[in-house]
């Protein structure tokens, strides 16, 4: 895999996500040498002409007409980074940090931050030798960005905050800490030395949230794929109907994403025996949890075209202050740190995994329940005896309502903070955590939905699933087999929802070609 070169391409999401999973190597380029260099000049006359500009002789927040002697401009950035590391709470995960700390170093390469060229480099250095700095995931209120979190990336660039652990999963929370001098010394890395302006820049700006959302996009668009096709299973596991996903159907209301699902449930069910097998029944329509599903996973979808587009401006922005024009000279203090555009898209896209997890539960409870289904209660042939997949659906809905509690919005509060000089803050990473919880709650409600399609499909034999349906119902026999009697299940239930999140079947989604077939 090539490296990232910073200053030679523009950052996008994809690439963002090879650096922050799968450990691309990053180098900074000659091109952002030079707008370092150049960005770094003015604050260099700033400081030996004793003027006044924010946060390079002056103090932060409401104490900004505090005026700072220049012989402690260093000593001012440290105790910035020192005050700011406040965070609480779980520690965020691996790929997160790594996203966060290539955004700031992209945005601070592009020449409006007045950091010298080495602090990039530290950056860079730690990213390719896997040091990753160990930040709670609780205290940052959007605006001025993300302060508390990534203070504690620059106390570790210092030598004296602490690291992650030996390295897991990419994607997995921060096991273990320890200081990270040592941990630098040990990567060939020197603890960084704060210069004027520099503790600032590396502060402000919106990079947890973009980096959140970037990788919630790619892992909501997965997510969208695989929800498509397992509802294709149940669709045939409940003998429902695909007339209404029909083209010309839905080219009558030709919204972007309700043209994509139906087209994904269109190429599943090609070659459907069970299909076939029901084209005169007497059943008028279907609920609308089957029949609807284009228009509710179709509008989810759309929501997260919004946050791709928010968050591929984002992670090529510059969201620091103040902002220095090198051409001019001049250091302007503005908003460009707070987080406003994120948390209105994150909010959004939670909700929209909350609807995927909602429509999937009904699908889940129609199956399980015989005057709905016509077949046998709790998809276990001998009911009673057996419970089958009964309790499985208390575990869906359980986690259906606690995503409806964590869809308030976060971006409608607003709590202010520094003497109310941030008089109105974005919530943006409150809405970017409440985002996470309520995406692994609708991969687990995905994965319980493939369990009882695989088996409604299982219950139909001999006859024979469509195209794609047959490779989705394949996945989960892989770690799941038909279920007979009554057994331990929630291995089972994480093993399908670690397939939803790695992508088993959202890749099955995206491999099908139309063959022609409209039920």
């Keep these: ?50 003027r006044v500009a924010y946060g390079v002789t002056t103090g932060f927040g409401q104490l900004a007409t505090t005026h700072i002697p220049v012989a402690k401009v260093r000593e001012l950035q440290q105790n910035l980074v020192r005050s700011h590391a406040v965070g609480v709470g779980p520690p965020l995960p691996r790929d997160v940090v790594r996203a966060a700390m290539l955004i700031r170093a992209s945005t601070m390469s ?25 930040v709670p995931s609780r205290g940052s209120l959007g605006a001025s960005g993300d302060l508390a979190p990534s203070a504690h990336v620059v106390l570790a660039m210092l030598g004296e905050g602490e690291v992650a652990g030996p390295e897991g999963e990419a994607g997995a929370a921060c096991a273990g800490r320890e200081p990270s001098g040592p941990a630098l010394r040990a990567a060939g890395l020197a603890p960084l030395a704060l210069e004027a302006k520099e503790g600032l820049a590396l502060l402000n700006g919106t990079q947890f949230m973009a980096a959140i959302g970037a990788l919630a996009v ?10 498509d096709l397992i509802g294709a299973m149940s669709i045939e596991g409940l003998r429902a109907s695909v007339g209404p996903f029909q083209e010309r159907i839905q080219l009558l209301r030709p919204i972007p994403g309700q043209l994509e699902t139906a087209e994904h449930v269109r190429r599943a069910t090609v070659g459907s025996e069970i299909m076939l097998s029901h084209l005169n029944c007497d059943k008028v329509q279907d609920a609308y949890s089957i029949r609807c599903i284009p228009q509710v996973h179709g509008a989810c979808r759309d929501a997260f075209r919004w946050l791709r587009e928010v968050v591929d401006i984002e992670i090529e922005s510059v969201t620091d202050n103040p902002i220095i024009f090198p051409d001019t000279g001049e250091i302007i203090s503005a908003g460009n740190f707070h987080g406003e555009p994120l948390a209105l898209a994150l909010d959004l896209a939670a909700m929209s995994f909350a609807e995927i997890g909602s429509m999937s539960e009904r699908r889940i409870f129609r199956m399980l329940s015989p005057f709905l289904s016509e077949l046998p209660p709790y998809l276990t042939e001998d009911s009673g005896l057996n419970n089958g997949y009964m309790i499985a659906q208390y575990t869906a809905a359980s986690l259906v309502a606690e995503s409806k509690v964590l869809c308030h919005p976060a971006s409608v509060d607003s709590i202010p903070s520094s003497g109310d000089q941030e008089d109105h ?86 491999g099908l070609e139309e063959e022609g077939g409209e039920g």
């Design 425 to 510: 803050v974005s919530m943006g990473m409150t809405a970017a955590l409440k985002l996470g919880d309520v995406a692994r709650n609708t991969q687990t409600i995905l994965g319980i939905e493939a369990l009882c399609a695989a088996q409604a499909i299982d219950l139909l034999a001999p006859l024979k699933p469509g195209v794609g349906t047959a490779q989705g119902h394949a996945l989960v026999r892989q770690f799941a087999p038909t279920l007979e009697r009554d057994r331990y299940l929630a291995p089972e239930i994480e093993a399908a929802a670690a397939a939803v999140r790695e992508g088993g079947f959202a890749r099955i989604a995206g």
């Design 218 to 227: 790619v892992d909501g668009e997965s997510l969208l794929d695989s929800a």
């Design 110 to 134: 592009k020449g409006y931050s007045g950091v010298r060229a080495e602090v990039v480099e530290l950056l860079v250095g730690m990213l390719n030798a896997g040091v990753v700095p160990f």
């Design 1 to 50: 895999m090539d490296e990232y070169v910073i200053g030679a391409a523009p950052l996008t999401i994809d690439g963002l996500v090879a650096v922050a999973r799968e450990g691309r190597r990053v180098a900074l380029g000659d091109t952002a040498r030079e707008r370092l260099a150049a960005a770094r000049a003015v604050v260099d006359r700033v400081v030996a002409e004793e």
